[in-house]
């Protein structure tokens, strides 16, 4: 408990910076993750055993559905893209795709390498299996990358909050601040410390909402916005249907797991 909350400390006083400095913290992470990635994959590789990757359990199938979105639930990040690439803004649809494609090679990359060497043996905290199947080298890459990922999700989740206060509420920076960081604080420390509950519960709800929110506004915009967009998709009414529907049966299924 110590160690997590000197992490958030940390990051909490990171995000009073300013954007540009805090991007720069955000990129040095990023690169970080990147290469204790890369060494997870050489340090682990000789170990990797196929047979565990292909183990299923049907009735399990929904378990991770939270912990995904969650993982996966990167719609904030999308709003710093429009920042930094002002007056470039045929960037934007490429930056997003690529950075999307980053992401999720990594978590698979990531998933595969605990999944084939500890098999059913996996634990909670992915890194800790990691560590006694192959010793504290990989326990310490493993660590540092559960440090990186959430750095990372901290500082640019954080960031957007931050912002979103400032600008849309007025509220002062450092009360829009200590608005960001009181909620995860207090949940932390009152609410839950089950790492995966935690995160299965965030992101089938609140991401649950999320998606049905960005899927409304975009049709809305479709329907009634009057400027150009920086790139326009089709309305796709049936697939947004199907994607609406998918995020209420998530938060059906969450909460009944939370109430079960």
């Known amino acids: 408990m110590t160690y997590s909350l000197i992490f958030f400390v940390v990051l909490s006083l990171l995000l009073l910076l300013e954007i540009k400095t805090i991007k720069i913290f955000g990129l040095i992470i990023v690169c970080c993750l990147l290469l204790v990635v890369l060494a997870i994959v050489i340090l682990g590789g000789t170990s ?70 500890t098999g059913k043996a996996t634990t909670e905290v992915a890194t800790v299996g990691l560590g006694q199947a192959l010793g504290p080298s990989m326990l310490l890459f493993g660590n540092l990358f559960a440090l990186f990922a959430m750095g990372s999700v901290f500082l640019n989740g954080g960031l957007i909050l931050r912002e979103f206060y400032q600008y849309d509420f007025r509220i002062h920076k450092i009360w829009a601040w200590l608005l960001v960081i009181s909620v995860p ?76």
Not at 86 to 108: C, D, F, H, S
Not at 230 to 235: C, I, T, W
Not at 241 to 250: D, E, M
């Open 48 to 117: 990797l055993k196929f047979a565990n990757v292909n183990y299923t359990e049907i009735s399990n199938i929904f378990i991770p559905y939270g912990v995904i979105l969650f993982a996966y639930g990167g719609t904030a990040a999308v709003v710093t893209v429009r920042q930094i690439l002002r007056r470039n803004e045929k960037k934007i649809m490429p930056a997003v795709l690529i950075g999307t494609l980053i992401a999720m090679i990594i978590y698979v990359v990531f998933t595969v390498v605990v999944v084939g060497i």
């Open 185 to 260: 604080l207090i949940l932390y420390l009152f609410v839950a410390q089950d790492f995966v509950r935690t995160m299965g519960v965030a992101g089938g709800l609140a991401y649950g909402i999320t998606g049905i929110v960005i899927v409304s506004l975009f049709w809305k915009a479709k329907k009634k916005g009057d400027r150009k967009p920086e790139f326009s998709l089709p309305r796709l009414k049936i697939v947004g249907s199907v994607l609406i529907l998918t995020f209420v049966l998530g938060m059906i299924y969450t909460l009944a797991t939370v109430i079960g």
